[in-house]
């Protein structure tokens, strides 16, 4: 695009941004934090104003009186970043004084694509994690304090992670009373982004498939070749090592200790160590609500790609997908049958790969037929008993066990399948990932549930009268205050540690309910856990003591030793890592992943590295990378768009990463059983430039 183009393109663009932009208050006029630029020069959105950021930590700070956001709900701003790689900013509210409570939103963008920044500002409640992606504003995600907004006078936004430097515009920063409506149509100064494939059109790299008949030939030759496809003699007929038997076959899979060592062991007896990608499936889903003006090609929905297209309610928002994925398997394999052929494929590339496991979030029905080792999730809907705080169910209620035994019955697909290791019950709970205790988001934005009411029983077990309740919490405080209504001011440290005690409790009884009725499902399999993250809070050990194995996700450079000894010492049991990868921007994607390495060379010795020493760990008994394929370049439901997989969009494996794990997965028992020592061969680890 020549320089008169330009100029004609964005001003047109910017005249209907501005015609969409709803009213609002502007803010006071920023100031300078760090070393941000402002920088002179028409930009794509009108009234916008170019920015640069030399560092993590520039950006711009806003001051105003006390309350001035009080009669706000929203704040939003339009904004677009240059570049062909995402960036991540950091919104932060601040209540004033000495140690000021702070509310944090973050949040990335998509290069090269108009998008509204639109803060609910209910979200300082903490009752929610994530706030709806919508078009290249993506994954805003709440955290920090909850804060009163009648006492915030300061907020800043700066960039996070980005490939630095960073450089974005945006129009002032405004408070409104009134909900800011979504761009239906973003500003494109580079115009399309993602090419017929599925593919990035701002990026070039030697690997990108260059035509249909190209993908076509590649996915054919895969197939043909699926059968031929082995694992090595040395594994048993589930992935096992035929080199160590671990008693007689008990026709399912189990944990046992052996020598200070914790092992899976397969259902004919053999020592077993979990290894695979999570997401088998045809997983490349490209969000397109609100971008489709910045796709090349979008497939006839009602004839033969029809499969390829999916709508979900979230957020109280339409989500609508094209899996490109999905379109170029149909594309090479035919509308009929097309599914069955990919999972032949991608089956026959684990075994290449010498990969053992399908792991999480599979359409693990394939696994189930093929007889090839797999894991399952389940998935807790609290419809009789209702949520308390984010996504914790009131535990208390009378109908709670009954959801319990409707969660369980999912089992019953797999119950007696002797592939089937186990089942993880949960991942990440968005409650985990707040400030606060479940028990305290509770008091604060439930007004009334069976919960609070055992809350109330339990402190007045504990205390006479509300005289003692408000001595012993130094604080004003009474049970009718505990019991009903929803709480208003700080606690004091003497009410969380109460506070936490019944936090204990909440989540033993939610863990153990729900363990117990999988049980009696299914007596057969592993109970793997609920994927937290990291060591487990000391009021939460409890309830984990229900589990047979601790699954965890750890993005590090590598699992941490010390990690899987304190769980070991905690709770008696071995740890399993539900996710990890490395990724790079050098393939087309904007994002590299969570761990973040220069080339996909590197990708494959950091890779080799994580596996092989958390399988020397002796109470490490697997780890499961996300995902067998990279996430779609526009994003997927959430916006990641990151490139952490074994094949691109096109099936194209990655050579680097598939070569290096298949020379750790054919020594790996031998490290596991301590014969042979862990690679030590790191790359440079980078920083992260992903959400």
Same mark, same amino acid.
């Given at each position: 695009m020549n320089r008169r183009t330009f100029i004609e393109t964005t001003a047109l663009g910017g005249a209907a941004a501005a015609a969409a932009r709803p009213d609002g208050t502007s803010l006071p006029e920023p100031a300078i934090v760090g070393n941000l630029e402002r920088q002179s020069g028409m930009a794509p959105i009108e009234g916008a104003v170019w920015y640069k950021a030399a560092a993590r930590g520039d950006g711009l700070e806003w001051r105003f009186p006390a309350g001035?956001?009080?009669?706000?709900?929203?704040?939003?701003?339009?904004?677009?970043?240059?570049?062909?790689?995402?960036?991540?900013?950091?919104?932060?509210?601040?209540?004033?004084?000495?140690?000021?409570?702070?509310?944090?939103?973050?949040?990335?963008?998509?290069?090269?694509?108009?998008?509204?920044?639109?803060?609910?500002?209910?979200?300082?409640?903490?009752?929610?994690?994530?706030?709806?992606?919508?078009?290249?504003?993506?994954?805003?995600?709440?955290?920090?304090?909850?804060?009163?907004?009648?006492?915030?006078?300061?907020?800043?936004?700066?960039?996070?992670?980005?490939?630095?430097?960073?450089?974005?515009?945006m129009t002032p920063l405004a408070a409104t009373a009134t909900e800011v409506k979504r761009i239906e149509k973003p500003v494109l100064p580079k115009g399309k982004l993602l090419d017929e494939l599925g593919q990035s059109t701002l990026h070039e790299w030697s690997a990108k498939t260059r035509s249909v008949a190209e993908l076509k030939q590649r996915v054919q030759g895969q197939l043909d070749s699926a059968p031929r496809q082995k694992w090595p003699d040395e594994f048993s007929r589930w992935g096992g090592w035929k080199a160590k038997k671990l008693g007689d076959p008990a026709g399912f899979f189990r944990v046992q200790k052996e020598g200070g060592r914790w092992w899976l062991v397969d259902p004919d007896g053999y020592a077993f160590w979990s290894n695979g990608p999570d997401c088998v499936r045809v997983d490349c889903d490209a969000r397109y609500d609100g971008l489709e003006t910045a796709l090349t090609w979008m497939p006839e929905a009602n004839g033969d790609f029809r499969d390829a297209y999916g709508t979900r309610i979230g957020g109280g928002a339409e989500r609508k997908h094209i899996n490109y994925l999905a379109a170029n398997m149909i594309r090479s394999l035919g509308a009929a049958g097309w599914r069955e052929k990919w999972a032949r494929i991608a089956?026959?590339?684990?075994?290449?790969?010498? /990969?053992?496991?399908?792991?999480?979030?599979?359409?693990?029905?394939?696994?189930?037929?093929?007889?090839?080792?797999?894991?399952?999730?389940?998935?807790?809907?609290?419809?009789?008993?209702?949520?308390?705080?984010?996504?914790?169910?009131?535990?208390?209620?009378?109908?709670? +066990?009954?959801?319990?035994?409707? @969660?369980?019955?999912?089992?019953?697909?797999?119950?007696?399948?002797?592939?089937?290791?186990?089942?993880?019950?949960?991942?990440?709970?968005?409650?985990?990932?707040?400030?606060?205790?479940?028990?305290?988001?509770?008091?604060?934005?439930?007004?009334?549930?069976?919960?609070?009411?055992?809350?109330?029983?339990?402190?007045?077990? $504990?205390?006479?009268?509300?005289?003692?309740?408000?001595?012993?919490?130094?604080?004003?405080a009474t049970f009718e205050r505990v019991a009903q209504g929803k709480w208003q001011g700080t606690f004091s440290p003497e009410a969380i540690a109460d506070l936490r005690a019944f936090g204990t409790r909440m989540v033993d009884v939610y863990f153990s309910t729900i363990s117990k009725a999988c049980r009696r499902a299914d007596p057969k399999h592993l109970n793997l856990g609920m994927r937290w993250q990291g060591i487990?809070?000391?009021?939460?050990?409890?309830?984990?003591?229900? /589990?047979?194995?601790?699954?965890?996700?750890?993005?590090?450079? $590598? /699992?941490?030793?010390?990690?899987?000894?304190?769980?070991?010492?905690?709770?008696?049991?071995?740890?399993?890592?539900?996710?990890?990868?490395?990724? +790079?921007?050098?393939?087309? &994607?904007?994002?590299?992943?969570?761990?973040?390495?220069?080339?996909?060379?590197?990708r494959g010795r950091?890779?080799?590295? @994580?596996?092989?020493?958390?399988?020397?760990?002796?109470?490490?008994?697997?780890?499961?990378?996300?995902?067998?394929?990279?996430?779609?370049?526009?994003?997927?439901?959430?916006?990641?768009?990151?490139?952490?997989? /074994? &094949?691109?969009?096109?099936?194209?494996?990655?050579?680097?990463?598939? $070569?290096? +794990?298949?020379?750790?997965?054919?020594?790996?028992?031998?490290?596991?059983?301590?014969?042979?020592?862990?690679?030590?061969?790191?790359?440079?680890?980078?920083?992260?430039?992903?959400?």
């Amino acid at each position: 695009m020549n320089r008169r183009t330009f100029i004609e393109t964005t001003a047109l663009g910017g005249a209907a941004a501005a015609a969409a932009r709803p009213d609002g208050t502007s803010l006071p006029e920023p100031a300078i934090v760090g070393n941000l630029e402002r920088q002179s020069g028409m930009a794509p959105i009108e009234g916008a104003v170019w920015y640069k950021a030399a560092a993590r930590g520039d950006g711009l700070e806003w001051r105003f009186p006390a309350g001035t956001l009080q009669k706000a709900t929203w704040l939003w701003s339009d904004m677009l970043l240059d570049g062909m790689d995402l960036a991540v900013w950091l919104l932060y509210l601040y209540e004033e004084g000495e140690k000021p409570r702070r509310f944090r939103l973050m949040f990335g963008a998509l290069a090269q694509c108009g998008f509204r920044v639109r803060v609910p500002l209910a979200a300082v409640d903490q009752s929610r994690w994530l706030i709806e992606r919508e078009g290249a504003y993506l994954k805003p995600l709440v955290g920090g304090d909850r804060v009163d907004l009648s006492k915030v006078s300061r907020m800043t936004l700066t960039l996070d992670r980005g490939a630095q430097p960073v450089r974005w515009c945006m129009t002032p920063l405004a408070a409104t009373a009134t909900e800011v409506k979504r761009i239906e149509k973003p500003v494109l100064p580079k115009g399309k982004l993602l090419d017929e494939l599925g593919q990035s059109t701002l990026h070039e790299w030697s690997a990108k498939t260059r035509s249909v008949a190209e993908l076509k030939q590649r996915v054919q030759g895969q197939l043909d070749s699926a059968p031929r496809q082995k694992w090595p003699d040395e594994f048993s007929r589930w992935g096992g090592w035929k080199a160590k038997k671990l008693g007689d076959p008990a026709g399912f899979f189990r944990v046992q200790k052996e020598g200070g060592r914790w092992w899976l062991v397969d259902p004919d007896g053999y020592a077993f160590w979990s290894n695979g990608p999570d997401c088998v499936r045809v997983d490349c889903d490209a969000r397109y609500d609100g971008l489709e003006t910045a796709l090349t090609w979008m497939p006839e929905a009602n004839g033969d790609f029809r499969d390829a297209y999916g709508t979900r309610i979230g957020g109280g928002a339409e989500r609508k997908h094209i899996n490109y994925l999905a379109a170029n398997m149909i594309r090479s394999l035919g509308a009929a049958g097309w599914r069955e052929k990919w999972a032949r494929i991608a089956l026959a590339e684990l075994r290449r790969i010498r /990969f053992n496991t399908v792991g999480n979030w599979s359409e693990w029905e394939f696994a189930q037929k093929a007889k090839f080792p797999y894991v399952r999730p389940l998935s807790f809907r609290a419809q009789r008993s209702g949520w308390v705080y984010r996504d914790f169910p009131d535990v208390f209620h009378a109908q709670f +066990a009954a959801d319990a035994d409707e @969660y369980a019955s999912q089992l019953a697909t797999s119950a007696n399948d002797p592939a089937f290791i186990g089942y993880f019950l949960m991942n990440e709970p968005v409650w985990g990932f707040s400030s606060e205790l479940p028990p305290v988001g509770m008091l604060y934005n439930t007004p009334q549930c069976v919960t609070r009411g055992e809350l109330t029983k339990w402190l007045r077990a $504990k205390y006479d009268g509300d005289a003692a309740l408000a001595a012993a919490w130094k604080m004003p405080a009474t049970f009718e205050r505990v019991a009903q209504g929803k709480w208003q001011g700080t606690f004091s440290p003497e009410a969380i540690a109460d506070l936490r005690a019944f936090g204990t409790r909440m989540v033993d009884v939610y863990f153990s309910t729900i363990s117990k009725a999988c049980r009696r499902a299914d007596p057969k399999h592993l109970n793997l856990g609920m994927r937290w993250q990291g060591i487990p809070p000391d009021w939460a050990v409890e309830g984990m003591k229900h /589990f047979d194995v601790y699954s965890l996700n750890s993005y590090r450079p $590598k /699992f941490p030793r010390e990690t899987s000894d304190k769980i070991n010492a905690l709770l008696n049991m071995p740890t399993l890592v539900g996710e990890w990868h490395f990724g +790079a921007v050098d393939v087309g &994607l904007p994002a590299s992943g969570l761990m973040h390495v220069a080339s996909q060379a590197d990708r494959g010795r950091a890779y080799r590295v @994580y596996l092989e020493d958390a399988a020397a760990q002796p109470n490490c008994v697997g780890a499961h990378w996300f995902t067998l394929y990279d996430q779609s370049a526009l994003g997927r439901f959430d916006g990641e768009n990151y490139n952490i997989g /074994f &094949l691109d969009i096109c099936n194209r494996p990655y050579e680097e990463i598939g $070569k290096a +794990a298949i020379a750790s997965h054919e020594r790996l028992y031998q490290v596991a059983a301590g014969q042979v020592p862990p690679v030590s061969d790191a790359p440079k680890y980078l920083p992260i430039v992903a959400l």
